[in-house]
């Protein structure tokens, strides 16, 4: 039994709440709490500030506690609580549906709600698969993912996801699930600002699988364009266009899973747009909502939607939905949160920032331990070479170290990655790289 004081004068037992992707036990001994967060800063139950310089879990992309998003949330929860989403529904989800659908890539008209990014990926591949059978392509049953490819904790989500600490304990997965190799190769891209230079012949990577097992056996390929969780991995150049091309010429849907870099992380709505590639798919989340109430949305091209409404009228289209699917509160915090995008210029600030924010996260080039560092958009990514036979230990040390010093950084294996609000302050990103230089160095 583990008591903590927190700054509300409150005991609490911290042995109920298991909680997740933690290491509980390390955790209770010396528990880290956030009691209160403001723009770009925690505040800990110890009463100090912290910098946020991941924007929560890459999820409040407008800043924390922003007024227009409370009050659209208070209202709303006065107003009308709950709406049924099954055959019933409620005026601000179709007035965020159009919102949404306003600021996609063209061509993508509808969206699907879900509650969080592992959902919405499902619910992508789920409709793909649907999709392959409704036009009469039935035998596309496989999924391809890719290694190193992070997309949610669901059982669709693992099997595509190239993660093995996400997959080993969990059984067969889903079948007819193959992987594409990973683009990471810092020997041929060392340090790499935006796209990286080599690599966009892994994309034919999808071919050989697609040889494999003939093309009219896949559904769908589903990536992340910048892939986050496993270290922030920039594409190469040109390897998202011939996914495209490869995809357009075998029939295969093409999923983007935007969870990261949707609304505003690379300084654009989406990645689609930064890369200029269109999929068939967007899948998204956490910057919906700006990380206030758990929402994701499905974006799909024209064509899928319209293969599902062939049927008898009084038929279910497509048998899939959840309880909270356009959830009223999430809807009206979802639509303050696209306002407060809009209103500040979130997503251009993000652009203008880029490069101010790529030379400072690269001014940490050659401090020690650092391997690599890789930017693009408002991301960042400051590799350590392990602690050998103990990987993981360094980078969470510097974790720690920098949670003390008033600095919210997030780290994966060996790699720290930065992905701050989008109302952070030039300042406020010297700050970051002031802060970690001392502790890198410091680090054993
Ligand atoms: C690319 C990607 N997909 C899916 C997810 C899962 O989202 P959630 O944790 O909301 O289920 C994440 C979460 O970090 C993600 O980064």
């Known amino acids: ?57 890459w999820c409040v992309n407008a800043g924390h506690c922003r007024p227009k998003i409370t009050e659209a949330i208070q209202r709303q929860a006065a107003e009308l609580d709950y709406a049924p989403a099954f055959q019933m529904g409620h005026p601000k989800a179709f007035e965020l549906a159009s919102k949404l659908v306003s600021i996609a890539p063209t061509g993508l008209d509808h969206v699907f709600y879900t509650n969080s990014g592992s959902e919405s990926v499902d619910t992508a591949l789920k409709i793909a698969l649907a999709y392959q059978r409704a036009i009469g392509q039935g035998a596309r049953q496989r999924l391809i993912g890719r290694e190193r490819g992070y997309h949610g904790v669901n059982f669709g989500g693992i099997s595509v996801g190239g993660i093995v600490n996400n997959r080993k304990f969990f059984g067969g997965l889903l079948g007819g699930v193959d992987h594409m190799r990973h683009t990471h190769d810092p020997e041929r891209n060392p340090y790499p600002k935006g796209e990286t230079e080599h690599g966009a012949e892994l994309a034919d990577d999808l071919l050989r699988i697609a040889t494999l097992h003939d093309p009219s056996t896949i559904a769908a390929v589903i990536v992340e364009p910048v892939a986050g969780s496993t270290g922030v ?47 068939d798919i967007i899948v998204t989340a956490k910057g919906l909502t700006n990380g206030v109430i758990p929402m994701g949305a499905v974006f799909v091209r024209n064509e899928i939607h319209d293969a599902f409404m062939g049927g008898p009228e009084h038929m279910i289209e497509f048998f899939r939905g959840y309880t909270y699917s356009g959830n009223p509160i999430a809807a009206a915090a979802a639509l303050a949160t696209l306002e407060t995008y809009k209103e500040e210029g979130l997503f251009e600030r993000a652009k203008a920032l ?91």
């Open 233 to 279: 991995l920039p594409p190469p150049k040109g390897y998202l266009k011939r996914l495209r091309e490869i995809c357009d010429q075998h029939g295969i849907l093409l999923i983007f899973d935007e969870v990261i870099t949707g609304y505003g992380r690379l300084g654009q709505p989406f990645a689609a747009d930064y890369f200029e590639v269109t999929p």
């Open 1 to 57: 039994m583990t008591p903590l004081q927190t700054g509300h004068a409150q005991t609490n037992n911290l042995d109920a709440f298991w909680m997740p992707f933690t290491a509980n036990r390390q955790f209770k001994q010396a528990p880290r709490m956030f009691v209160g967060a403001k723009d770009m800063h925690y505040t800990t139950s110890d009463g100090r500030q912290v910098l946020d310089g991941t924007a929560g879990l």
């Open 354 to 444: 880029e490069p101010v924010w790529a030379d400072a996260i690269h001014s940490l080039r050659g401090t020690r331990h650092v391997i690599d560092i890789r930017t693009i958009g408002l991301i960042g990514a400051i590799e350590l070479e392990p602690i050998a036979g103990q990987p993981t230990k360094r980078a969470f040390a510097a974790f720690v170290e920098a949670y003390e010093k008033g600095l919210l950084i997030r780290t994966t294996g060996d790699i720290i990655a930065l992905s701050p609000p989008l109302i952070i302050e030039e300042r406020q990103i010297g700050e970051i790289v002031e802060t970690l230089r001392p502790i890198l160095e410091a680090l054993n």
